[in-house]
T-cell receptor, first 111, second 114 residues
Framework: RKEVEQDPGPFNVPEGATVAFNCTYSNSASQSFFWYRQDCRKEPKLLMSVYSSGNEDGRFTAQLNRASQYISLLIRDSKLSDSATYLCVVFCPSGNTPLVFGKGTRLSVIA | GAGVSQTPSNKVTEKGKYVELRCDPISGHTALYWYRQSLGQGPEFLIYFQGTGAADDSGLPNDRFFAVRPEGSVSTLKIQRTERGDSAVYLC????????????FGPGTRLTVL
């Protein structure tokens, strides 16, 4: 089982739609969780950290379920500019590698 | 500059050659990371420096790969006897200190081994 798993997509959604991405991780000792965004042929950039209580940043909401080892990202009112790959990232200091990236979920928002 | 810079942006080399990839982190960032990203994959961790020392090099695929950060700032990733399978984008990132802080990525070096 891969350490961090994501549905690769692509998710093709119309502008204004709500879309949700899921991510599961295998190491129960994982401590910190993040969503990064990566545009085509560009470097990843931090979108948001994920806290146990869940957190919201504008149209973006991140949730963490430690019991199920599951992270989610919800995007409301999708914009064309949201089109990108969304990377789920897990930090586990006791793991083989400290910061593990998922393969990413590709989102295309269509006019 | 304000961000992480990497040079060269593109490198084409022949199988068996030696290459060096350079990373200049954000000033004041003590932690520096190297990743490799292949098409359709997420970044794959290679090595992490805290200051001048390699705190974790468990991601280096084999002994052809080596990285240094002699003065705790600029880092160089060195690949000996390159193979076609080494072709990828090599990303460098830096963070203020601990490895769970936000990482700021450079634009990457696209390495192509012919």
């Amino acid at each position: 089982r891969k350490e961090v798993e994501q549905d690769p997509g692509p998710f093709n959604v119309p502008e204004g739609a709500t879309v949700a991405f899921n991510c599961t991780y295998s190491n129960s000792a994982s401590q910190s969780f993040f969503w990064y965004r990566q545009d085509c042929r560009k470097e990843p950039k931090l979108l948001m950290s994920v806290y146990s209580s869940g957190n919201e940043d504008g149209r973006f909401t991140a949730q963490l379920n430690r019991a199920s080892q599951y992270i989610s990202l919800l995007i409301r009112d999708s914009k064309l500019s949201d089109s990108a790959t969304y990377l789920c990232v897990v930090f586990c200091p006791s793991g083989n590698t400290p910061l593990v990236f998922g393969k990413g979920t590709r989102l295309s928002v269509i006019a | 500059g304000a961000g992480v810079s990497q040079t060269p942006s593109n490198k084409v080399t022949e199988k068996g050659k030696y290459v060096e990839l350079r990373c200049d982190p954000i000033s004041g960032h003590t932690a520096l990371y190297w990743y490799r990203q292949s098409l359709g994959q997420g970044p794959e961790f290679l090595i992490y420096f805290q200051g001048t020392g390699a705190a974790d090099d468990s991601g280096l695929p084999n002994d052809r790969f080596f990285a240094v950060r002699p003065e705790g700032s600029v880092s160089t990733l060195k690949i000996q006897r390159t193979e076609r399978g080494d072709s990828a984008v090599y990303l460098c990132a830096s963070s203020l200190s601990r490895s769970d802080n936000e990482q700021f990525f450079g634009p990457g070096t696209r390495l192509t081994v012919l």
